[in-house]
């Protein structure tokens, strides 16, 4: 990999594909799924539930990442309707074994098979089950380099970037390690230097 001054990844982070922000109902992640061909979901939540109590920076804090799950997955879980309701506890939603969560392998179900009249937004999907709780993530002071080794070492498609205290910066993709992606972004970096 040629070497590039200044090879950080906060130095050419894709502002694009930073911080997923969750979704407030359902259908915005549907949306989200149905617009972003091959994107990673990360799982962000706040430590604790939201009360009636907090401020406005509590309710807003920055959500920490606690895992990914890929969109295979997701779309399995809705189709199957794997989701419990606000009023009930997350322990009522059904479980799927590893068999059932992989008997489509390798032609897994479309986002465009969900039939989105079917699906209650005011239903909860626990994902935490099916989630990759400890993904390669890297900080964002790594180096490209280094990203570029674990993406070619690894066969990964997506990296996620989080800081020290757990919150997700950004995310990283093998289009991120393209020789002109990396050029442009150090240009954009200099440039507002």
């Given at each position: 990999m040629k070497s590039y001054p200044s090879s950080e990844l906060r130095n050419v982070c894709d502002e694009q594909n930073?911080?997923?922000e969750p979704a407030e109902e359902g259908e915005d992640l549907l949306q989200?799924?149905?617009?972003r061909r091959h994107a990673p979901y990360?799982?962000?939540y706040p430590d604790q539930s939201p009360s009636e109590e907090w401020t406005m920076e509590e309710r807003f804090r920055p959500l920490t990442f606690h895992g990914l799950?890929?969109?295979s997955q997701l779309v399995n879980l809705l189709i199957r309707g794997v989701c419990y309701s606000e009023t009930q506890s997350s322990a009522t939603q059904p479980r799927l074994s590893f068999a059932e969560m992989t008997e489509d392998y390798p032609r897994y179900p479309d986002i465009h098979e969900v039939d989105l009249a079917l699906l209650n937004p005011r239903m909860i999907v626990d994902v935490t089950p099916y989630m990759n709780t400890s993904p390669y993530a890297v900080s964002p002071n790594t180096r490209i380099s280094q990203v570029f080794n674990l993406f070619r070492t690894m066969g990964l498609r997506h990296l996620p970037v989080v800081n020290a205290v757990g919150e997700i910066v950004g995310i990283i993709t093998r289009?991120?390690?393209t020789h002109e992606f990396l050029v442009a972004k150090?240009?954009?970096h200099y440039i507002t230097i």
């Open positions: 930073a911080a997923v989200q799924m149905l617009e990360p799982n962000l799950i890929l969109r289009h991120n390690l150090l240009r954009q």
